[in-house]
Structures are given as structure tokens and as C-alpha cells.
């Protein structure tokens, strides 16, 4: 089976070549991804497999009807591009100024449509039926729950994943066990102290001043009394307040991102940041307001699914074209909604050149080796089928 799966992902990469490049050129940013959604919809039906449209607000399901096993596999492909402007100089570069598929999704999307247009070739000989998730929104960490509240994942036995990385070459992929992103949540804190004359502070509860305390206690006790094994990340992103240079504020509004991967942690983090934030001011007289809003969790690879996948790409591939990975990201990925309702696994797909600079997710100058595409859709294709055996 596995060569008869390869002879059909090379047979259409000319074709997901083109669907790549297409997809690459007419971007749309999160939750607009209309035209992207018709497109894939168009390709899912041209291979005869059932179409949902508008699942997820501008999300597309396609379900491929296989054999008798009654296990649902699910794979799971993000469609939205970023707010960035493209200088590539590609001949297919962004035609939409100001919006790119910089952190390949354009592939993603890609990797799916092939992974379908292989499994549906295969006819009889697909032991059961896998429904394809074709997600909007990624990058604002909402297209994931928009999905699984229109009801994706009912009866789904096993999810696979995927996300490009430059780092990794092309050809090759990355196996994570356990933890692959970091939990991601938002944090937002008010500070409320009394404005003065900038020339006597002493009588005046100086916001700004009180601000930059909270934000050092905060990273000093990170280090302090956390875990150094279970890491967090605090970024505090934005500050604002103030209403002249010789006014003392007397309100500051931070906002920040934090990041962490073990759960426990996690689930502790708004309550130890609210006591920080609290004494901080209390000290200096201040008040505060603090809104911790639970973002995503971390993705956590089930371990029978990555062993699965990990031995149908050695298989696929040999083992020097697969590397385990011995680090997590702290970024994040919304890809971990879904494994609150199943068990899944995502891997690392390399699209590094191995002949030109590889420039980072988000960037302008972002782009791939193709040759990837088809690794990923061998890669998935056999893991899925092999689900089953």
C-alpha cells in the first residue's frame, strides 16, 4: 500500500503544486476565508467526497467514505493567512497587498487536498472513513472551538495534524512526543493610582512607577517561585497611561501573552499573578484590576498515535529523514481543541531550502521548499491507513 500511495502523491504533485501556489497568491485573513473555503470545496468534490461548507463560520469538512471499521480518523488543515506584506519577489507572490501565507498555511491546506485526492483513489481498499477539517482562524486562536461547536469531531476516533517548519529540511519532518505548543492565554491588568504634579510625586500614587514594579515582580518571581522545569513565558506587550509629561498617571491598562506547557501550571497561573499584581499595589497604595481570559492549551501528542506516526514515516521515508524533537515551542496552536474531544498527534513538516536562506514563520520573505507537499501527503496518508491496521 505504501507504494501504491506514494505513486499517486507523485502522479498529482504537478496539480497540488498549482493548488499551492493559487492558494498562495489569493490570501484571506482569519475568519475571511471565503474564497479559500469555495476553492477546497471544489477540489474535495471533484473527488467525489461529501462537502460541508460554511462549517465553523468559513471552515469546509469533506467526508471520504471508506470500509467497514467504524473508527473515524479526522485531519485537520488551517486556511488563513497573516497581516503582513509579502517580499518575496515569487512569481505567485501575495496578490493582496498588506496579507501573505506567511506561516504556511497555504501548505497546510495544500497537504490536505492532496492527502484527500490519495485516499479517495483508493478506493475499496480504504479500510474506513476519514473526515477532512479544513479550519479557518488559526491565528486568532479561534477557529479551532468555532469548528468543534458545529460539531466536527462527533464520533472522530484519532486526529492527525501538521505545521511547516524552516528550520527542519525539506523532505524530512519532525516527531514530537508530548507537549508540542505551550498553553497560551491573555492578560490584561489595570492599575489605579491618584495624578499629581510631575514636581511632587510624594503626594500623588504615581501608576506609571507602579506599573514598571509589576512588571519586574512578576518576572523576577518567575524565576523565584516557579518550576524552572515547568517554564512560563510573561510577555507584557502593550503599556498605556498618562495624560501629560508633568502629570503623574494615575491609570495604567498592560497587556501581555502568557505562555506555559505543564497543565498543572497552567491551571494555577491566574490566581498567582492576581496575588502578585495585588501585593505589588497594595504596597504602594495603589489598585487593580486583573482579567486573565484562558486562550488555548498546550498540544499534547497522544503516544500510541505519534509511535504510529513516527513508524509510518520511517517506513515511508527511512529514518534519516525523520528527526525526533527534543523541545517543545512555547507558541502556540489551536490545533489542541480538538484533543479535548480526541486523542491526536501533529508533526513538524520540514520546508527548508537547502541552497538559499530560510527565513522564520511571520515573515515577509517566508517561503518553502515544495518538495515538502508531497512528504506530507505520504506522510499522512500511510499514517491514516496504517490507523487502522
Known amino acids: 500500500m505504501l507504494t501504491r500511495i506514494k ?32 476553492y477546497v470545496a471544489g477540489v474535495l468534490s471533484s473527488c467525489g467526497i461529501i462537502v460541508q461548507e460554511g462549517i465553523g463560520k468559513t471552515g469546509v469538512i469533506g467526508e471520504l467514505v471508506g470500509g467497514t471499521d467504524d473508527r473515524l480518523v479526522a485531519l485537520r488543515t488551517d486556511m488563513d493567512a497573516l497581516p503582513i506584506n509579502e517580499i518575496s519577489n ?79 529540511p525539506g ?22 493610582g491618584e495624578s499629581g504634579h510631575g514636581a511632587r510625586p510624594h503626594e500623588a500614587i504615581d501608576a506609571i512607577w507602579i506599573a514598571a514594579q509589576v512588571v519586574t515582580t512578576l518576572q523576577q518571581a518567575i524565576s523565584r517561585t516557579q518550576n524552572p522545569l515547568r517554564p512560563i513565558v510573561l510577555t507584557i506587550g502593550q503599556i498605556s497611561g498618562g495624560r501629560a509629561p508633568n502629570v503623574i498617571a494615575d491609570r495604567v491598562r498592560l497587556a501581555g501573552t502568557v505562555r506555559s506547557l505543564h497543565p498543572e501550571t497552567h491551571a494555577n497561573l491566574p490566581k498567582w499573578i492576581e496575588n502578585i499584581v495585588t501585593g505589588v499595589c497594595q504596597t504602594y497604595g495603589a489598585k487593580c484590576e486583573v482579567n486573565y481570559r484562558r486562550g488555548v492549551p498546550s498540544v499534547q501528542n497522544d503516544l500510541a498515535l505519534t509511535q504510529l506516526l513516527e513508524a509510518a514515516a520511517k517506513e515511508a521515508w527511512g529514518n534519516e529523514r525523520v528527526q525526533i524533537l527534543l523541545e517543545p515551542s512555547m507558541g502556540a496552536e489551536d490545533f489542541s481543541m480538538y484533543l479535548q474531544h480526541a486523542p491526536g498527534t501533529m508533526f513538524r513538516l520540514g520546508v527548508g531550502f537547502k541552497d538559499k536562506p530560510n527565513y522564520p514563520l511571520h515573515h515577509p520573505q517566508f517561503d518553502v521548499d515544495e518538495t515538502a507537499i508531497v512528504t506530507g501527503v505520504v506522510t499522512l496518508a500511510y499514517a491514516i491507513y496504517r490507523y487502522w491496521q
Open 7 to 38: 505513486d499517486l502523491a507523485q502522479q498529482f504533485a504537478p496539480r497540488l503544486i498549482e493548488i499551492r501556489r493559487h492558494i498562495h497568491a489569493h490570501p484571506e485573513l482569519s475568519g475571511q476565508e471565503y474564497q479559500t473555503a469555495a
Open 90 to 168: 515569487l512569481e505567485f507572490a501575495s496578490r493582496k497587498m498588506g496579507i501573505m501565507h506567511a506561516c504556511g498555511h497555504d501548505i497546510h491546506t495544500t497537504v490536505g487536498l492532496g492527502t484527500a485526492m490519495v485516499l479517495s483513489s483508493l478506493g475499496e481498499q480504504l479500510p474506513g472513513n476519514v473526515r477532512f477539517l479544513f479550519q479557518p482562524a488559526e491565528e486568532i486562536a479561534q477557529g479551532a472551538n468555532w469548528m468543534v461547536q458545529d460539531g466536527v469531531m462527533n464520533d472522530v476516533s484519532a486526529i492527525f495534524g501538521v505545521h511547516v517548519f524552516p528550520t527542519i
Open 171 to 192: 523532505g524530512s519532518i519532525g516527531i514530537r512526543y508530548g507537549a508540542l505548543t505551550a498553553a497560551a492565554d491573555d492578560l490584561e491588568i489595570f492599575i489605579t
